[in-house]
Antibody
Framework: EVQLVESGGGLVQPGGSLRLSCAAS????????MNWVRQAPGKGLEWISY????????YYGDSVKGRFTISRDNAENSLYLQMNSLTAEDTAVYYC??????????WGLGTLVTVSS | DIQMTQSPSSLSASVGDRVTITCRAS??????LGWYQQKPGKAPKRLIS???SLQNGVPSRFSGSGSGTEFTLTISSLQPEDFATYYC?????????FGQGTKVEIK
């Protein structure tokens, strides 16, 4: 069974940093591209980042470019999102999602990040 | 960036109704479009990819159509478990972009 479990969320002050993790199991993590998608409270979905299976190609959404860094460790079956210079607008549930032929299919349950003083 | 305009933002319908949701892309995306269903407090669930390809296990009352810039998600006979929010997602270029969502509520 495909499972994606996000962790690392929590309360952080404006300007602070946080590192999210996504633990993958039930599939061959190393051959799949992965995404991070977020959802602010009561708002819609926002795609924020993508990384290919090898980690050699990476894309970011405009709202996080230069502040967030996606990475992966295929030996550990894990995906990461390093988030710096956080603002209140980054408050959201953050989901990791597997991609199949570019299409996000399985999603984790998400981890909540709250940016507040 | 490609903008995805989804309409309506919400609708009220009864069980058994036919429901249609539309997504319009700001430029030609071919058939590179997916549809997702999200229930409160849950992760999104993929319904359709490549504009019209139904995912395994998704009921046949769901269908997708369109290409280029105009896409439609249709629920042929709304069931109680279909009350949720639906999103389109363009998969043609990066950055990926979602529509704003359509909340389907009980009339």
């Amino acid at each position: 069974e495909v499972q994606l479990v996000e962790s690392g969320g929590g309360l952080v002050q404006p300007g602070g940093s946080l590192r999210l993790s996504c633990a993958a199991s039930g599939f061959s993590f190393s051959i799949y591209s992965m995404n991070w998608v977020r959802q602010a409270p009561g708002k819609g979905l926002e795609w924020i980042s993508y990384i290919t299976s090898s980690g050699t190609t990476i894309y970011y959404g405009d709202s996080v470019k230069g502040r967030f860094t996606i990475s992966r460790d295929n030996a550990e079956n894990s995906l990461y999102l390093q988030m710096n210079s956080l603002t209140a607008e980054d408050t959201a549930v953050y989901y990791c999602a597997r991609s199949v032929r570019g299409v996000p299919d399985y999603w984790g349950l998400g981890t909540l990040v709250t940016v507040s003083s | 960036d490609i903008q995805m305009t989804q309409s309506p933002s919400s609708l009220s319908a009864s069980v058994g109704d036919r429901v249609t949701i539309t997504c319009r892309a700001s430029q030609d995306i071919g058939n590179d479009l997916g549809w997702y269903q999200q229930k409160p407090g849950k992760a999104p669930k993929r319904l359709i990819s490549a504009a019209s390809s139904l995912q395994n296990g998704v009921p046949s009352r769901f269908s997708g159509s369109g290409s280029g810039t105009e896409f439609t998600l249709t629920i042929s006979s709304l069931q109680p478990e279909d009350f949720a929010t639906y999103y389109c997602l363009q998969l043609n270029t990066f950055p990926r972009t979602f529509g704003q969502g359509t909340k389907v509520e009980i009339k």
